[in-house]
């Protein structure tokens, strides 16, 4: 708890540092209000209260917050800078490794939609976690909005669309590649070239081979992407940047640039995030969002795990 407590300590005075106010919401929500954010979180626990509602503990944070922040703070200008340290709750199996209850920390910068308001949310994660003592760390970032464009321009029916969007989410590219090249042979050439693009990841330099492709997403998405790596130089970010152009994190969910944050002592994902331009509506109120979610749990392995892993 020591080491837990100064994981904390670390993280909500970067987030102090930075601008970032704190806020905190119900552990027990509305079972509908959690659903707004499509399959956000994962699966939740549901049970019906006193009064017969169905409300569920929150499997997410971000949700929460963007209710809270369109009930609340209506008569602030935005921006608006939240952070939040608290628990989130998923159903898991049995026979899995994963917490029922886990220990997340974050923040959400409310209002700015462009490339400058992503870099700053990733410039905080970055000295949130050089504060907690990881430097060890890989960030890949990707664009939620271009497979679903993709894959509606490619001329592939709405089932098949929907298994490739699911194979991306799981990282399962045999599966994906099936799933493209299996169809008519008019359509097989644009899957192959569908294929290389998802396995494309690097530095900068592979967003100039995503404009080449020919098509209306790719140019779109290799300018969004494109413009936050400029927003990022000059900003000296200690961990690695790798643009990942088969992350496909939930689609439903996010807008445009998504990222995952992997430690190299741990050797899996640590937190992440992403725009998420659309949930605020659902609250009645128009504004762009972009944040990110780093998991305790991990922080606290990831700092004493040995060797950093090849």
Request: charged share 25%; glycine share 12%.
């Amino acid at each position: 708890m020591r080491e837990l407590r100064r994981i904390e300590a670390a993280l909500t005075s970067e987030f102090s540092r930075s601008g970032y106010s704190e806020v905190s919401t119900p552990t027990i929500e509305y079972a509908e209000l959690l659903g707004r954010g499509g399959r956000r979180g994962g699966p939740l626990y549901r049970f019906l209260d006193d009064r017969g509602e169905l409300v569920a503990l929150r499997n997410d944070m971000t949700v929460p917050i963007a209710r809270l922040a369109a009930a609340r703070l209506g008569e602030v200008a935005p921006p608006w800078r939240l952070s939040y340290l608290g628990s989130s709750f998923r159903t898991t199996s049995p026979r899995r490794a994963d917490l029922r209850e886990s220990g997340q920390a974050g923040i959400e910068l409310i209002g700015p939609e462009d490339a400058d308001g992503t870099a700053e949310v990733l410039t905080v994660l970055d000295r949130a976690l050089a504060g907690v003592g990881i430097s060890e760390v890989v960030i890949c970032i990707g664009d939620a909005s271009l497979w679903p464009s993709l894959l509606e321009e490619s001329g592939l029916a709405m089932a098949e669309s929907a298994l490739c969007l699911e194979a991306l989410a799981r990282g399962d590219l045999v599966e994906l590649e099936a799933t493209l090249t299996s169809g008519a042979s008019d359509l097989e050439e644009r899957g192959r070239e569908l294929v290389s693009i998802s396995r494309t990841r690097g530095d900068v330099g592979v967003l100039a081979q995503l404009g080449a492709v020919e098509t209306a997403a790719s140019r779109a998405s290799a300018a969004r992407l494109g413009a936050v790596a400029a927003a990022l130089e000059g900003e000296g970010l200690a961990a690695e940047i790798v643009f990942d152009l088969g992350m496909a994190r939930d689609p439903d969910y996010y807008s445009g640039e998504v990222y995952e944050v992997y430690s190299k002592r741990l050797g899996k994902s640590i937190g992440g995030g992403g725009r998420y331009d659309g949930l605020l509506e659902q609250f009645g109120v128009e504004l762009p969002a972009v944040g990110f979610s780093l998991s305790l749990e991990r922080l606290h392995a990831a700092l004493i795990e040995g060797p950093v892993a090849p």
